[in-house]
């Protein structure tokens, strides 16, 4: 398709599991973004990717996760030892480069749930 | 540390009539403000942006007016339409934050028939 895609889109995992979520950005759009909403919350950015390279890593909660994007496209968000707080829905965006008259275009998210 | 807030959790309005959702942001750079609807188990949708050296945008139904003096932005839909009933959210880009969006807490539109 010609939106973002982002893989599973459902996720139930034990507390303490690794969990690896998936993002398929617009392509073209060499700037790619992760960010994840809590229950009743906004959105909390957490890393953004310009090609492979990630400037801003600032949001990542903790060195438990980590991300990385390969050949300028496809990007993968890594959670180690999985924690009852991380669960959220993960959302992925895109734009065509990391200005802001260029916005940034949503998946529908995976909906990482942790017992 | 800039912070964008909605302060209304949710408003409720008639078919027909305006929807006005309100933001406020504390930085001074320059930015670009978004606004955003979402709709459950759904990614959010770009609907309008505005830039800071700018007063007003507008594109079709959707209006959004800057105020800079008071730091405050708001998205006037008019007419609003059932199929407006989502949750909406502002956000800031700021051109020295590199690429990430600051997002407000949301307002859960509800257009009645």
């Known amino acids: 398709g010609a939106g973002v895609s982002q893989s599973p889109s459902n996720k139930v995992t034990e507390k303490g599991k690794d969990v690896e979520l998936r993002c398929d950005p617009i392509?073209?759009?060499?700037?790619l973004y992760w960010y994840r909403q809590s229950l009743g919350q906004g959105l909390e950015f957490l890393i953004y990717f310009q090609g492979n390279s990630a400037p801003d890593k600032s949001g990542l909660p903790s060195d438990r996760f980590s991300a990385e994007r390969t050949g300028g496209s496809v990007s993968t968000l890594t959670i180690q030892r999985t924690q009852q707080e991380d669960s959220a829905v993960y959302l992925c965006?895109?734009?065509?480069?990391?200005?802001?008259?260029?916005?940034?275009?949503f998946g529908d998210g995976t909906r990482l749930s942790i017992l | 540390d800039q912070q964008v807030k909605q302060n209304s959790p949710s408003l409720s309005v008639q078919e027909g009539r305006i929807s006005i959702l309100n933001c406020d942001y504390t930085n001074s750079m320059f930015d670009y403000f978004l606004w955003y609807k979402k709709y459950p188990a759904e990614g959010p949708t770009f609907l309008i942006s505005i830039s800071s050296i700018k007063d007003k945008n507008e594109d079709g139904r959707f209006t959004v007016f800057l105020n800079k003096s008071a730091k405050h932005l708001s998205l006037h839909i008019v007419p609003s339409q059932p199929g407006d009933s989502a949750v909406y959210f502002c956000a800031d880009w700021v051109y020295n934050q590199g690429g990430k969006l600051i997002f407000g807490q949301g307002t859960e539109l509800s257009v009645k028939p």
């Open positions: 392509s073209g759009h060499t700037a």
């Open positions: 965006a895109s734009s065509q480069r990391d200005r802001g008259n260029q916005p940034q275009h």
